[in-house]
């Protein structure tokens, strides 16, 4: 057994199909399923059980699957040792993040970032957080900061920050900027929302449904610019991360309630292979978007509660 065995082993468990993991491991399926057949000739004991709709791990499987990610995890962590033995934070680091981050977290982390460590090569992408994790688990992203704790096989996501939602509107919606208001004493409003494929809009009809919030007309948006750029100009509202607009308070162009008894959580997670640690120029990077959100957080509870 070799590394690259190994790695083409766990792609086919996580995905739960050679066809998605031959994708992912960057090779043919009839090459991945010779070398998943040898790994079972070397060890003797069959490793997947297969059918028409995929494959499952045998007992045998599950506990490679769970060795091989040690191993590979030690590897990974070994050579970022060697190549960091120099002591300078150089590389590149690929890194996705839901929109309300890329508003608010991410730029002034990233100008701290690249001020400190200008030889660190970065590539950003933001997308919502279905996207992200799929990109994650792909290998193509380093780490990814979204809006749920995601449940995939080889991801692990740690608590980054815990946020809240607010109600967003318009100057002619005819609430006032920073009252508290409870959601089940709203009158029926016209609501911009994202998409349901997306985790933030399952936490809003949680929220929503919670409330008995009457809806009386929406409208569906996957773009948080379009978005906010729409309700500046109408008396449409939205539910958001507090992230997305706590620079709009000062100016006014948007009207940010609150929302109390029961505040409207939303959390932001890191997520990253559980096989691949993070660099000593990504695990700064982390620490730099902790400390934004939690500077944001801060601020809110000031506006917010007078804390």
Known sequence: MDIRQLEQFVAVYEEGSFSR????????????????????????????????????PTVAGKRLYARGLAILNTVADTRIAMRELSGDVTGAITIGTVPSISRSALPAALSRFTEAHPNVE????????????????????????????VSHEGIEATLL??????????????????????????????MVL????HAIR????????????????RIESDGLNTTLEYIRHSGWSTL????????A??????????IVRPRAELDYYLIRQVRQPLTGAADRF?????????GINRRWRTLSRGT
């Open 122 to 149: 970065l590539t950003l992408d933001e997308a919502y957080g279905g996207t992200l994790t799929q990109r994650v688990a792909a290998g193509e992203l380093d780490f990814a900061v979204v809006t749920s704790a």
């Open 202 to 217: 399952q936490l809003i009809d949680t929220h929503v449904a919670r409330a008995e919030l009457v809806i009386e007309s």
């Open 194 to 197: 994202p998409t349901p494929r």
């Open 21 to 56: 993991a031959a994708h992912r491991a960057n090779c043919t399926q009839p090459a991945l399923s010779v070398q998943i057949r040898h790994l079972e000739d070397e060890f003797g004991v069959a490793l997947f059980t297969r059918s028409r709709r995929g494959v499952t």
């Open 286 to 294: 982390v620490n730099l978007l902790r400390e934004e959100l939690a």
């Open 249 to 258: 308070v000062d100016s006014g162009t948007l009207i940010i309630n609150p």
């Open 161 to 190: 920050a815990e946020h809240e939602m607010a109600l967003v509107s318009g100057p002619g919606s005819g609430f006032s900027p920073l009252e508290l208001i409870r959601l089940k004493d709203l009158p029926p409003l016209r």
């Open 240 to 247: 958001t991360a507090v992230a997305s607009v706590i620079d």
